[in-house]
Antibody, heavy 117, light 109 residues
Framework: QVQLVQSGAEVKKPGASVKVSCKAS????????MHWVRQAPGQGLEWMGI????????TYAQKLQGRVTMTRDTSTSTVYMELSSLRSEDTAVYYC??????????WGQGTLVTVSS | QAVVTQEPSLTVSPGGTVTLTCGSS?????????PHWFQQKPGQAPRTLIY???KKHSWTPARFSGSLLGGKAALTLSGAQPEDEAEYYC?????????FGGGTKLTVL
């Protein structure tokens, strides 16, 4: 079955970077895109961007342009989301979700990133 | 950026019917916004219920349905069950950007 397994929780200091991984299994990795979505504590969902694992092309949310980078490793069926210049407002649970540009289906379990001095 | 609006909270009786809506600050919601609906229970990852306005995944209970209603996307729950108590989020697509609504907290009481 389709599974997305994300990396473990992270604690970072303001100004640092974090890289979250999402390992896919149960399907052809390059046949589906991957979205990234985050959720601050007690808040709603925020779409961060999307990557096409086939060619590596990306589209990022305007708000995060310049700070977010999504990459993939086809040899391990893993996508990565790196967020730089972290601030306290970036404290959130980060999710990957399989899909197509206008379609979502399976979600990862989430990764808590805490930004604190 | 567009703003997507949802009712902050709704209550439905067990076995009852309720409709959640999803509006857009840019005008009427159409199929071209590829409306999605997600369910999230406390401490869990979201789960996709509806995509492309009204299409269901294999795991979507039959009591959930999606539609366009009065210029908005709508999620209708017919025959509410206690396990349907959750937060529901809609998502709309805008030329490369995807925007979530603020969520509707649905209480089954």
């Amino acid at each position: 079955q389709v599974q997305l397994v994300q990396s473990g929780a992270e604690v970072k200091k303001p100004g640092a970077s974090v890289k979250v991984s999402c390992k896919a299994s149960g399907y052809t990795f390059t046949s589906y895109y991957m979205h990234w979505v985050r959720q601050a504590p007690g808040q709603g969902l925020e779409w961060m961007g999307i990557i096409n694992p086939s060619g590596g092309s990306t589209t990022y949310a305007q708000k995060l342009q310049g700070r977010v980078t999504m990459t993939r490793d086809t040899s391990t069926s893993t996508v990565y989301m790196e967020l730089s210049s972290l601030r306290s407002e970036d404290t959130a649970v980060y999710y990957c979700a399989r899909g197509w540009p206008n379609w979502f289906d399976t979600w990862g379990q989430g990764t808590l990133v805490t930004v604190s001095s | 950026q567009a703003v997507v609006t949802q009712e902050p909270s709704l209550t439905v009786s067990p076995g009852g019917t309720v409709t959640l809506t999803c509006g857009s600050s840019t005008g009427g919601v159409t199929s071209g916004h590829y409306p999605h609906w997600f369910q999230q229970k406390p401490g869990q990852a979201p789960r996709t219920l509806i995509y492309d306005t009204s299409k269901k995944h294999s795991w979507t209970p039959a009591r959930f349905s999606g539609s366009l209603l009065g210029g908005k996307a709508a999620l209708t729950l017919s025959g509410a069950q206690p396990e349907d108590e959750a937060e529901y989020y809609c998502l709309l697509s805008y030329s490369g950007a995807r925007v979530f609504g603020g969520g509707t907290k649905l209480t089954v009481l």
